[in-house]
């Protein structure tokens, strides 16, 4: 019969090697090459912004022409689609890398106030989509007058 | 050809234990496409918000350096509420060989990508060779 001696250690010690052990590998994860972390994003990822006036509405939509872009409010929702188009002919191109990609995207969101549809405006320049949106009056801040009684 | 969904694909930022970053701001590493035709190479690099006159190209020796510079002036009055990517400046250089005739490379800028052609060297340049009848 084989007896094992009975450690007298404070069971805290194997917390604190776990602990260590966790450490070295956040340290490890964190060390590779960095992919900025935004999980489940759709395409394309968005920056939505405000000032008293606007809604803005940006996404990054590199190499897309102007008339594959398709841009629609309704009532609070604001729905982009489009297409990126594989640029050369295939047939003649040999391809050496290849990181960008084509295809086709569609995405809604919902708008953070309720905006005036009517003046929605949208621009593309140099592969950034801005979305201005104006707010719908109610939505704007209201001085309330005080009245002394 | 098929159509297919894009894909989201997080931006690779330039971290400093690769490198040492100076100056302001963040800095990415904008995917790049390069392709071969008989008489060219391109490459192509998204760059989205980088306008014509924020882009420099140098070439020393071997190396081709693409340095794109985003400018945020358009956030000064907003206020940002939700966020899904970063704003910065791209880097990328890319090694050349002798197969690039140097002096006849040319660059474009459209709709956030940025295109270079670089032609062959005439010693690359596919020949045919004919078949003479004796």
Request: include cysteine; proline fraction near 6%; hydrophobic fraction near 35%.
């Amino acid at each position: 019969m084989n007896l094992i001696k009975w450690e007298k250690s404070d069971p805290l010690d194997s917390l604190t090697h776990i602990q260590r052990e966790m450490s070295d590998l956040f340290d490890f994860l964190s060390s590779a090459p960095q992919m900025e972390g935004y999980v489940n994003v759709e395409y394309p990822p968005i920056i939505v912004s405000m000032n008293e006036e606007n809604v803005f509405v940006r996404a990054e939509l590199p190499g897309i022409k102007v008339s594959d872009l398709d841009v629609q409010v309704v009532n609070d929702i604001l729905t982009m689609k489009g297409e990126r188009k594989f640029t050369p002919d295939p047939a003649k191109a040999t391809y050496l890398r290849r990181e960008r990609d084509y295809g086709t995207f569609a995405r809604s969101i919902v708008l953070p106030e309720k905006v005036d549809a009517e003046k929605v405006t949208a621009s593309y320049k140099n592969g950034v989509l801005t979305v201005k949106l104006p707010k719908a009056p109610e939505s704007k801040p209201r001085q309330v007058v005080i009245k002394k009684s | 050809m098929e159509k297919k969904e894009l894909p989201a694909v997080g931006k690779k930022k330039i971290s400093s234990d690769k490198c040492v970053v100076t100056g302001k701001g963040n800095w990415y590493f904008p995917l790049s496409d390069i392709y071969e035709t008989p008489d060219n190479f391109t490459i192509l690099i998204d760059m989205p918000g980088a306008g014509i006159e924020n882009i420099n190209i140098d070439l020393q020796d071997n190396e081709l350096v693409v340095n794109g510079e985003v400018s945020q002036e358009a956030y000064t009055d907003e206020k940002v509420v939700y966020n899904e990517y970063n704003i910065g400046h791209y880097h990328r250089h890319f090694v050349i060989s002798d197969a690039v005739n140097r002096d006849k490379i040319e660059a474009k800028m459209s709709d956030g990508v940025l295109s270079l052609v670089l032609p062959k060297a005439e010693h690359v340049k596919p020949r045919k060779i004919e078949v003479k009848a004796e």
